[in-house]
């Protein structure tokens, strides 16, 4: 993510956690107004790694208590109102569930009114199932206001050695922003003649030109075994029954790691750590470091040192090189 010269545009990121999506935009020359996370422990990573910036946390990173009238004219706000509500790894109740936050969400909006907004979550969001819930709670509310593009984006088109997929709504205030937009055109191409858990692009494969992602093993050193692919969906250590050091997020993904002869269960603080513990069948133990190239964070980025919120952290973010891409194809929409 090379970083671009600063853009004077601005951001307000809610439902910040630890920052995925705020990587990319800082990358692309935004500058941050302010970033809202209510676990007060995912918000201190964010500080820690940006410590210059205002980064609120607990009650007072919590969304449903800000009156937003400061923030008026900010350029972009960006936010992941919590998927669970939406997930299929969930129970998908959807605007029954308590978490869903997209309401709140579409009060910021409408409160600071932004020159553009982005709203991030699972690509089950636009499943015909919740349409209805959209349609009542974020188009009807903003139509007149915003123009929304919507769309979804797979990691590994940016480079992200992991089957990701995410679903993104773009709204902006002037038709002429909305209308020079495009969807942030591929960087790279996929790994593998079927990748069985990539679903097909919806826009045509990126140009054969491109440069080639790399898959799991490659990405993270490992030897070779006649065999490597993208990295299964990482799931959120913090989300679940119970908090979890394992980022399987399902039978899918745990076969897929089978294959990959990687062991994702009791995933390590540390690579060294790691390597202390070996697996049953001599698979390869990840590490929280192991997690965050999967992701696409950056090289020098910090977690916390349990891993579990770490893993949180990690499995709940935008991937940033998406992130990036999409605040480089925002910036390009203001001109
Ligand atoms: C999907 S994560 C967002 C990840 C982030 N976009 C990134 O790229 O790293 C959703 C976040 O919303 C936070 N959250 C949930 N309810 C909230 C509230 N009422 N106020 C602020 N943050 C909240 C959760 O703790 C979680 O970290």
Same mark, same amino acid.
């Given at each position: 993510m090379p970083v671009m010269p600063p853009s004077g545009?601005?951001?307000?990121s809610l439902f910040c956690g630890g920052g995925g999506l705020d990587i990319g935009f800082e990358a692309a020359g935004f500058v941050h107004a302010a970033c809202y996370e209510i676990?007060?422990?995912?918000?201190g990573s964010l500080s820690?790694?940006?410590?210059?910036?205002?980064?609120?946390?607990?009650?007072?990173?919590?969304?449903?208590?800000?009156i937003w009238g400061q923030f008026s004219g900010i350029d972009v706000m960006v936010g992941g109102p919590p998927c669970q509500p939406y997930s299929q790894a969930g129970q998908q109740h959807g605007k029954s569930d308590v978490r869903d936050m997209i309401p709140t969400y579409v009060q910021a909006i409408k409160a600071v009114s932004p020159a553009a907004f982005?709203?991030?979550?699972?690509?089950?969001l636009l499943h015909e199932k919740f349409r209805g819930h959209l349609d009542a709670e974020l188009m009807r509310p903003l139509d007149g206001a915003y123009h929304l593009h919507v769309f979804t984006l797979d990691a590994a088109w940016f480079g992200v050695p992991?089957?990701?997929?995410?679903?993104?709504i773009i709204g902006f205030r002037s038709r002429s922003h909305f209308d020079r937009f495009t969807k942030p055109r591929p960087t790279?191409?996929?790994?593998?003649?079927?990748?069985?858990? /990539?679903? +097909? =692009?919806?826009?045509?494969?990126? @140009?054969?030109?491109?440069?080639?992602?790399?898959?799991?093993?490659?990405?993270?050193g490992l030897p070779e075994i006649g065999f490597d692919a993208l990295a299964p969906t990482i799931r959120s250590g913090m989300t679940g029954p119970r908090y979890t050091t394992s980022v399987v997020s399902g039978q899918a993904s745990q076969r897929r790691w089978t294959e990959l002869q990687v062991w994702p269960h009791g995933v390590n603080r540390t690579r060294a750590g790691a390597q202390l513990f070996p697996t049953p069948n001599g698979?390869?133990?990840?590490?929280?470091?192991?997690?965050?190239v999967l992701q696409g964070f950056p090289g020098d980025w910090r977690f916390p040192s349990?891993?579990?919120?770490?893993?949180?952290?990690?499995?709940?973010? /935008?991937? +940033? =090189?998406?992130?990036?891409?999409? @605040?480089?194809a925002i910036r390009r929409a203001f001109g």
């Amino acid at each position: 993510m090379p970083v671009m010269p600063p853009s004077g545009l601005t951001c307000l990121s809610l439902f910040c956690g630890g920052g995925g999506l705020d990587i990319g935009f800082e990358a692309a020359g935004f500058v941050h107004a302010a970033c809202y996370e209510i676990l007060p422990q995912v918000a201190g990573s964010l500080s820690l790694n940006r410590p210059s910036w205002a980064v609120y946390g607990g009650e007072s990173g919590d969304v449903t208590r800000q009156i937003w009238g400061q923030f008026s004219g900010i350029d972009v706000m960006v936010g992941g109102p919590p998927c669970q509500p939406y997930s299929q790894a969930g129970q998908q109740h959807g605007k029954s569930d308590v978490r869903d936050m997209i309401p709140t969400y579409v009060q910021a909006i409408k409160a600071v009114s932004p020159a553009a907004f982005v709203l991030e979550n699972v690509p089950a969001l636009l499943h015909e199932k919740f349409r209805g819930h959209l349609d009542a709670e974020l188009m009807r509310p903003l139509d007149g206001a915003y123009h929304l593009h919507v769309f979804t984006l797979d990691a590994a088109w940016f480079g992200v050695p992991q089957a990701r997929r995410r679903a993104f709504i773009i709204g902006f205030r002037s038709r002429s922003h909305f209308d020079r937009f495009t969807k942030p055109r591929p960087t790279h191409r996929l790994p593998f003649a079927k990748p069985d858990l /990539v679903t +097909p =692009p919806l826009f045509g494969e990126p @140009a054969d030109a491109l440069p080639v992602c790399m898959g799991a093993r490659q990405s993270l050193g490992l030897p070779e075994i006649g065999f490597d692919a993208l990295a299964p969906t990482i799931r959120s250590g913090m989300t679940g029954p119970r908090y979890t050091t394992s980022v399987v997020s399902g039978q899918a993904s745990q076969r897929r790691w089978t294959e990959l002869q990687v062991w994702p269960h009791g995933v390590n603080r540390t690579r060294a750590g790691a390597q202390l513990f070996p697996t049953p069948n001599g698979y390869f133990r990840l590490s929280v470091p192991d997690c965050a190239v999967l992701q696409g964070f950056p090289g020098d980025w910090r977690f916390p040192s349990q891993a579990y919120l770490a893993l949180g952290i990690i499995g709940n973010s /935008v991937c +940033p =090189p998406v992130a990036y891409n999409l @605040a480089k194809a925002i910036r390009r929409a203001f001109g």
